[in-house]
């Protein structure tokens, strides 16, 4: 993995910092995370009813699984800060399902580094722009504005800034 410095972070802005490697969506991880959220829709979790009922052919992911994924995206791809003690899932701006992702489809997510700021002494806000893309799929699964706290010792803080 590729490391970075704080210093270097502010050059980083409007590019993108990343492309993670493919993730098979399989019926086990689907069904897994149907029993973990209590979310068990014919369309997730039912093979032949999804393939009769549904105009998806077969079963589909979860939306809040592929959104779920970006964690493991981010880990693969994202440049770790040399400096981070810890990192914190702020939240999202924006988050839109924008195709239905089949049983066995593989994904991967592309990530921008949209925004960075400093809040306080020790943390660095950053703001990445994701696309969730599917495998030989035109339309991504997903598109996000994810925001992310990278916490630091305060002595690491670059100067001037």
Same mark, same amino acid.
């Given at each position: 993995?590729?490391?970075?410095?704080?210093?270097?972070?502010?050059?980083?802005?409007?590019?993108?910092?990343?492309?993670?490697?493919?993730?098979?969506?399989?019926?086990?991880?689907?069904?897994?995370?149907?029993?973990?959220?209590?979310?068990?829709?014919?369309?997730?979790? $039912?093979?032949? %009813?999804?393939?009769?009922?549904?105009?998806? @052919?077969?079963? &589909?992911?979860?939306? !809040?699984?592929?959104?779920?994924?970006?964690?493991?995206?981010?880990?693969?791809?994202?440049?770790?800060?040399?400096?981070?003690?810890?990192?914190?899932?702020?939240?999202? $701006?924006?988050? %839109?399902?924008?195709?239905?992702?089949?049983? @066995?489809?593989? &994904?991967?997510?592309? !990530?921008?580094?949209?925004?960075?700021?400093?809040?306080?002494?020790?943390?660095?806000?950053?703001?990445?722009?994701?696309?969730?893309?599917?495998?030989?799929?035109?339309?991504?699964?997903?598109?996000?504005?994810?925001?992310?706290?990278?916490?630091?010792?305060?002595?690491?803080?670059?100067?001037?800034?």
């Amino acid at each position: 993995m590729r490391e970075i410095s704080l210093a270097e972070v502010e050059s980083l802005v409007r590019t993108e910092v990343g492309v993670s490697e493919w993730i098979t969506v399989d019926q086990p991880t689907i069904d897994m995370f149907a029993d973990a959220t209590h979310d068990h829709q014919f369309i997730h979790v $039912d093979e032949a %009813r999804a393939a009769a009922e549904s105009p998806f @052919g077969g079963t &589909i992911a979860h939306g !809040f699984l592929t959104l779920s994924l970006l964690s493991a995206m981010n880990f693969d791809c994202v440049p770790k800060i040399r400096e981070q003690t810890m990192g914190i899932n702020y939240g999202f $701006d924006r988050v %839109r399902f924008m195709s239905p992702v089949k049983s @066995g489809s593989r &994904i991967r997510g592309r !990530f921008t580094l949209a925004d960075t700021r400093f809040r306080g002494a020790g943390m660095l806000m950053t703001t990445y722009e994701v696309t969730v893309e599917i495998e030989n799929e035109k339309k991504p699964a997903l598109t996000a504005t994810w925001i992310t706290i990278v916490q630091f010792d305060p002595k690491d803080r670059p100067e001037g800034v």
